[in-house]
């Protein structure tokens, strides 16, 4: 059973920077999309970041190109994403997501709070 964990989040004051840890899966495995989304207080859950698990292809949110980056280690099982130049509308949860190409398999982890407010 995968279980994704999310950790990182907090308060950040805007133009500060954050890295989001995603542990509860090997990120090596190139059948599966590997994801950030973020869901804001009365608004759709949208897609921040993702990465193949071969990592030879990112895309980015229009909100978040230039300032955020998509990443993983291998051999320690964790997937980031490294957030920079922080505003206050990137305040949301963020949540991590593997999903395999064909097969429906689709985990998402708990969430982390993330808030940007001087």
């Known amino acids: 059973q995968v279980q994704l964990v999310e950790s990182g989040g907090g308060l950040v004051q805007p133009g500060g920077s954050l890295r989001l840890s995603c542990t509860g899966f090997d990120f090596s495995l190139g059948a599966y999309v590997l994801g950030w989304y973020r869901q804001a207080p009365g608004k759709e859950r949208e897609l921040v970041a993702s990465m193949t698990g071969f990592s030879r292809s990112k895309d980015y949110g229009d909100s978040v190109k230039g300032r955020f980056t998509i990443s993983k280690d291998n051999v320690k099982k964790v997937m980031y994403l490294q957030m920079g130049d922080l505003k206050p509308e990137d305040t949301a949860v963020y949540y991590c997501?593997?999903?395999?190409?064909?097969?429906?398999?689709?985990?998402w982890g708990q969430g982390t709070q993330v808030t940007v407010s001087s």
């Open positions: 997501n593997v999903k395999h190409t064909f097969n429906g398999e689709n985990y």
